[in-house]
């Protein structure tokens, strides 16, 4: 039994590692109304005064809209295409908008590429520490006779 109880902790150890991890490096959902792309074009048009700003989210494909009223609006667009003949109707409509950057930082991007393999590694080379330190302690047929 005590050898399930110390495998049982690291693998334990691991899995609270690998959640922590995906916790802080994978993007959080932050809360807004999600809304159809062809509602979110009709509406500047039609009310262009409820609109403060509209933020373009390149990598992802995504625009967020912030209203006058505080609530945030989420959709996502086709192509590249179509939000540039979106951002010209926002212009014309004379409403703000931006873009968020499309690329991150490379050793960012190679941090989290790493790390579970890194985890996985440190996981392994832990386990055959403990198989040796095992090896040491068990008494060989020469030291019974």
Request: a positive charge; proline letters at 5%; aromatic letters at 14%.
């Amino acid at each position: 039994m005590s050898r399930y109880s110390r495998l049982l902790f690291p693998l334990m150890v691991v899995v609270l590692l690998v959640y922590l991890a995906s916790q802080t490096l994978l993007p959080t959902k932050s809360n807004g109304t999600k809304m159809d792309y062809s509602d979110f074009i009709a509406r500047v048009p039609t009310s262009p005064d409820s609109v403060r700003e509209v933020t373009f989210f390149p990598k992802s494909h995504r625009i967020e809209a912030e209203l006058v009223n505080g609530e945030t609006l989420k959709t996502t667009y086709t192509t590249d295409a179509s939000a540039y003949a979106f951002e010209q109707k926002l212009q014309s409509s004379g409403i703000r908008f931006d873009s968020k950057g499309t690329g991150d930082s490379a050793w960012w991007s190679i941090l989290t590429y790493l790390l579970p393999f890194a985890l996985f590694f440190g996981f392994w080379i832990f386990l055959m520490n403990q198989v040796q330190a095992r090896k040491r302690e068990r008494p060989t047929l020469d030291e019974n006779v």
